[in-house]
């Protein structure tokens, strides 16, 4: 419900996928003009037999089982897999089945069952493999029953959210392997955006979907949290390693990048959401190659985790324009 009224779409697929919760770990909605119609995992779904079906507990028990946090490090295992090569994720599938509704299934009886079966891929295949495959795996599945959905329905937009859809990799794929013209992830996918979920539903059943649909409006800015800029700044000075920029602060940046430095964000409110948009950044110049490994292990983070290339919107022509300016002066 978050998804949908935050997008621009008046019509689109509402899909969600997550762990499990009440019995559910996949859900699809069709939106038209804010009347909304629950093609799949519906309240009826929460007297039926308990389901052993959740791609996204098998991902988790992958993390586990290549040595990481579950239901922390799963980002650890997406960016691991781009270093190996999926080689089980065929034997993986296989253990799965998406009818022709779109509602995914799996045979393996118990979760315990599950678990065992990525210990033992873990096993006998490289982390780097391993965590391909299990990449690979979980892309197919919840496109093809996203696909399934879109041409059942019609749509051509999608709205995603839940734990899964904090799978970079598997955003991009809905767009590359499915006919969805246009995807729109809820920037709160995880458990975090329950909340808010649950607040639109009774509006929604209070005031009627024409109303609600009259008040739905774009999220433009996900600067929601809290900002702690005062005790940064006071727990900051305690380091003398650290210098902290108060004026000029994209001006200050550019040039400390330019310089090789490593440059931390921290402006004013937090985003709401896993992803980091800017106002809680590590940043630094990527011409030399070595600053991924540095940083790493600088943030005791693994060796292989990558940084994501990031430029702020509202900054972008200023940091091109000083970045140019900069370069000039330098070379007079």
Not at 66 to 78: A, D, I, P, S
Not at 251 to 257: C, I, N
Not at 279 to 286: E, Q, V
């Amino acid at each position: 419900m978050a998804g949908l009224f935050f997008s621009e779409f008046d019509d689109a697929l509402i899909y969600t996928a997550d762990g499990i919760g009440d019995n559910i770990s996949y859900s699809a909605s069709l939106a038209r003009c804010g009347q909304i119609e629950v093609l799949s995992g519906g309240d009826a779904t929460l007297l039926e037999k308990y389901k052993v079906n959740s791609v996204g507990h098998l991902y988790c028990y992958f993390t586990d089982a290549l040595g990481f946090v579950r239901h922390r490090h799963e980002g650890k295992v997406t960016g691991l897999a781009a270093f190996g090569k999926p080689i089980a994720a065929p034997d993986i599938v296989s253990h799965f089945t998406v009818n022709a509704n779109g509602e995914i299934s799996c045979d393996f009886p118990t979760y315990e069952a599950m678990y065992q079966y990525a210990c033992d891929v873990c096993k006998r295949l490289s982390r780097e493999d391993a965590a391909a495959s299990i990449q690979e795996a979980t892309e197919k599945l919840i496109c093809d029953a996203v696909e399934k959905f879109l041409r059942a329905s019609g749509a051509k937009a999608v709205v995603v959210s839940g734990g899964i859809f904090a799978n970079v990799r598997l955003n991009r794929a809905l767009l590359e392997e499915t006919s969805a013209q246009s995807v729109f992830v809820y920037p709160a996918m995880g458990d975090e955006g329950l909340v808010l979920g649950g607040c639109l539903i009774y509006l929604h059943q209070r005031d009627g979907a024409e109303r609600w649909h009259h008040n739905r409006y774009r999220l433009e800015r996900l600067y929601l949290g809290r900002d702690y800029t005062k005790a940064f700044k006071e727990v900051a000075r305690k380091y003398p390693g650290i210098s902290v920029a108060e004026g000029r602060q994209v001006e200050k940046a550019v040039e400390l990048l330019i310089e090789g430095k490593v440059v931390a964000i921290y402006n004013g409110r937090m985003e709401f959401g896993p992803r980091a948009l800017g106002a809680r950044t590590i940043m630094a110049s990527p011409v030399q190659r070595e600053v991924n490994d540095t940083i790493n292990k600088r943030l005791e983070r693994s060796e292989f985790m990558p940084f994501a290339p990031v430029v702020l919107e509202e900054h972008a022509k200023a940091v091109f324009d000083i970045t140019t300016a900069t370069r000039t002066r330098r070379a007079s």
